[in-house]
């Protein structure tokens, strides 16, 4: 198996990644990015981003990732289409198989995988994903104002979700697979309790998202007395947690019980020393675009200061 060595290794794409790669060129870290199986993360598949700051008009979110990926491409970056098989993080040189055929030796890893919704696993969630269909209720409220919608979830996220949508739509429908909120704080409970334009359904499974070409509607069955139900909405949201791409690190890198990597507080720095983590795959509680733009900027900072340490150690 070949061998290359290589300064800065960014494992992941997306905002994060890309923007990592962004400052890691410009310091002249000579960057090398392996884009994942999803080049671009989540907003490949999330059509309109009103959002993020620079775009006044709004952008769709395959082309904001092309974007992101040229600019960090003008700057030197070396992008590359491949996944990684397996690291080892043991050692100060850091070792990392692409591919089950590309050995890297990396000085500095920052890590950019991000996470993927947890979806309900019907087709037609997937088939209306971006036509009305969305796992992020602050990404894509805004297009719902004035509308009717529903929010699946019984957690804290699905009630801060539920809470942030009944400010922007005129009816929220909250459907509770349980006949209690058994995940959700107490707090959170009677928030979405006192909203007046919260309708919370116990004890309801959704059977399937209805629509042609946008969602129409939402049919849902009572897991208790077995009535099926056909709700008219334009919007369906799906608040059942995220689960953060980092399988791959698990015996390598130190991660709360979810699996999200644990980084020092204020730094992107995790327990291995020259191995940084940035976006959704160390963040739980924003998981936006411009916050992950935000720790890829950290990471690579850290990284060239990282580097610049051991240069001063050594010289």
């Known amino acids: 198996m070949s061998v290359e060595k290589v300064h800065c290794l960014i494992i992941g794409s997306g905002p994060a990644g890309y923007t990592a790669a962004i400052y890691a060129s410009r310091a002249g870290l000579k960057p090398v990015m392996y884009t994942g199986p999803q080049p671009g993360g989540q907003l490949m598949i999330t059509n309109d981003v009103e959002n993020f700051p620079g775009y006044p008009d709004g952008v769709m979110g395959p082309q904001m990732m092309e974007d992101f990926k040229n600019q960090a491409a003008r700057f030197g970056a070396d992008i590359r289409y491949g996944s990684i098989s397996s690291v080892d993080f043991s050692g100060s040189v850091h070792k990392v198989i692409v591919d089950e055929k590309l050995d890297i030796e990396a000085d500095t890893v920052i890590i950019s995988t991000g996470a993927s919704a947890k979806w309900l696993g019907l087709e037609s969630e997937q088939r209306l994903n971006g036509r009305g269909v969305s796992a992020c209720a602050v990404c894509d409220g805004f297009f719902f104002r004035g509308q009717e919608v529903a929010i699946v979830g019984a957690g804290d996220t699905a009630c801060e979700e539920a ?96 699996g999200y990597i644990k980084t020092v507080p204020g730094s992107s720095r995790t327990n291995i020393e020259g191995v940084f983590a940035c976006g959704d795959a160390q963040d739980h509680v924003y998981r936006q675009a411009v916050t992950a733009a935000g720790t890829g900027c950290m990471a690579a900072l850290d990284a060239e200061r990282y580097l610049a340490s051991k240069e001063a150690t050594l010289a």
Request: charged share 30%; with cysteine; aromatic share 8%.
């Open 163 to 258: 809470s942030y949508l009944a400010k922007l739509c005129k009816k929220v429908y909250m459907l509770v697979r349980k006949d209690s909120f058994r995940a959700a704080s107490a707090i959170m409970q009677r928030r979405v309790e006192n909203t007046a334009n919260i309708e919370i359904l116990y004890s309801t499974e959704t059977e399937e998202v209805l629509g042609a070409e946008d969602v129409e509607a939402v049919r849902v069955r009572n897991n208790v007395t077995g009535e099926t139900r056909v709700i008219p909405i334009t919007g369906f949201f799906v608040a059942i947690g995220h689960k953060p791409n980092t399988d791959i690190f698990k015996r390598e890198i130190e991660m709360d019980e979810n």
